[in-house]
């Protein structure tokens, strides 16, 4: 039971950080386009509980004359970022995997 | 799947960027073009973008009311340059004036050099976007295995 309740965190966590890419691709795509605002996914505090984060503006950057506030360099950072960590936990959920299927091989298949 | 829609943000970034490539060559290609169809030396043409939502199914749609909307970009308005033509003295040129200067479409090849590379490079960080986008769902594939 404890071993599927944590790949239900998981899950979560990689919905999370699908929801972010969709926002950093936004951000990208848009990185020419006047009076755009860069976006960001509020990080929930806690996922055990199932709620869909919220975009909001990403606070602090500065806008350009033309009024959009996209800093290419620190997209490219989170779509670094987003992809280790989404390559992270698809790992360990791919061992959590394993291990529920061996105990219900009976610890016989490694 | 959110992973698809982030692709298909990405490729309304590289279309519209493609877009703005394309109207910079045709200017570069009309730098020196004193006709046109319409009349008159080429004008200057650039590709105005505003951010759009995709085309969303009814459930997304209702939870990005929710939650806010990742948008893509479309080209919303190409958007001609009317300024006043720079002119020449060539008197013995077919266009020329009763006073012997020619209108030649007013186009600077180092600007226009300029924005085709930031076009370039815009596009190669949404295929930068598409490629990771595109580990993350082999990623989530190899959970299967």
């Given at each position: 039971?404890?071993?599927?309740?944590?790949?239900?965190?998981?899950?979560?966590?990689?919905?999370?950080?699908?929801?972010?890419?969709?926002?950093?691709?936004?951000?990208i795509?848009?990185?020419?386009?006047?009076?755009?605002?860069?976006r960001?996914?509020?990080?929930?505090?806690?996922f055990?509980?199932?709620?869909?984060?919220?975009?909001?503006?990403?606070?602090?950057?500065?806008?350009?004359?033309?009024?959009?506030?996209?800093?290419?360099?620190?997209?490219?950072?989170?779509?670094?970022?987003?992809?280790?960590?989404?390559n992270?936990?698809?790992?360990?959920?791919?061992?959590?995997l394993?291990?529920?299927?061996?105990?219900?091989?009976?610890?016989?298949?490694? | 799947?959110?992973?698809?829609?982030?692709?298909?943000?990405?490729?309304s970034?590289?279309?519209?960027?493609?877009i703005?490539?394309?109207?910079?060559?045709?200017?570069?290609?009309?730098?020196?073009?004193?006709?046109?169809?319409?009349?008159?030396?080429?004008?200057?043409?650039d590709?105005?973008?505003?951010?759009?939502?995709?085309?969303?199914?009814?459930?997304?749609?209702?939870?990005?009311?929710?939650?806010?909307?990742?948008?893509?970009?479309?080209?919303?308005?190409?958007?001609?340059?009317?300024?006043?033509?720079?002119?020449?003295?060539?008197?013995?040129?077919?266009?020329?004036?009763?006073?012997?200067?020619?209108?030649?479409?007013?186009?600077?090849?180092?600007?226009?050099?300029?924005?085709?590379?930031?076009?370039?490079?815009?596009?190669?960080?949404?295929?930068?976007?598409?490629?990771?986008?595109?580990?993350?769902?082999?990623?989530?594939?190899?959970?299967f295995?």
């Amino acid at each position: 039971m404890s071993l599927a309740g944590t790949g239900l965190e998981l899950g979560r966590f990689l919905s999370y950080l699908s929801q972010r890419q969709e926002v950093i691709a936004s951000n990208i795509a848009n990185a020419d386009t006047p009076g755009y605002k860069a976006r960001d996914v509020a990080e929930p505090s806690d996922f055990s509980t199932a709620l869909q984060a919220a975009v909001v503006e990403a606070p602090g950057l500065p806008s350009r004359n033309d009024g959009n506030s996209v800093n290419i360099d620190r997209e490219a950072r989170l779509l670094a970022e987003n992809t280790i960590r989404f390559n992270l936990t698809t790992q360990i959920l791919r061992s959590q995997l394993k291990d529920i299927r061996s105990a219900i091989d009976e610890g016989r298949a490694s | 799947m959110s992973l698809f829609n982030a692709i298909s943000i990405s490729a309304s970034g590289m279309d519209a960027q493609r877009i703005r490539a394309e109207l910079i060559t045709e200017n570069l290609a009309n730098a020196d073009t004193t006709r046109t169809p319409e009349g008159g030396p080429y004008q200057r043409k650039d590709a105005i973008f505003s951010s759009a939502p995709l085309q969303a199914s009814f459930a997304q749609t209702l939870s990005e009311f929710s939650t806010g909307t990742p948008e893509g970009v479309t080209v919303s308005q190409i958007a001609v340059d009317d300024s006043e033509p720079e002119r020449r003295y060539l008197p013995g040129h077919p266009d020329a004036d009763p006073d012997g200067y020619v209108a030649f479409p007013k186009i600077d090849p180092a600007s226009e050099m300029v924005d085709l590379m930031s076009a370039s490079r815009s596009y190669q960080a949404n295929v930068a976007a598409i490629s990771s986008v595109k580990d993350m769902i082999a990623r989530s594939i190899d959970l299967f295995r």
